[in-house]
């Protein structure tokens, strides 16, 4: 039998390595979202010092899939055809009447 036997608080260790990682992407996550409300543009974001230098690319790239950052880049976009809109002279977001 050649099974290693663990370090005493091994286990203990990796939860907090997997809790670590777990709040270190909820910080990027928050981070993105606030800068996306702030005007800025998504690839401006995810080239930010903050971002690159807490993450790797592809947690950079999992960000794209996160629920809450797809719904401040919809709620980014619905905001600039609203103001784009009442630019040209339209309606803000409201359906056109029926005839």
């Known amino acids: 039998m050649t099974e290693k036997a663990e370090q005493p608080g091994s286990d203990v260790s990796k939860r907090f390595r997997d809790l ?9 996550v928050r981070y993105v979202i606030r800068q ?26 999992a960000l794209l899939e996160h629920p809450e950052v797809i719904q401040a880049l919809e709620k980014g976009l619905r905001s ?18 029926d005839d």
Request: negative net charge.
């Open 80 to 97: 600039q055809f609203a103001d784009f809109g009442e630019k040209i002279g339209g309606t803000s977001g409201e359906e056109p009447p």
């Open 36 to 61: 996306l409300q702030l005007g800025r543009h998504l690839d401006d974001v995810l080239r930010d010092a903050y971002v690159v230098d807490h993450s790797m690319e592809t947690t950079r790239m």
């Open 20 to 28: 670590t990682a777990d709040v270190r992407e909820e910080r990027l």
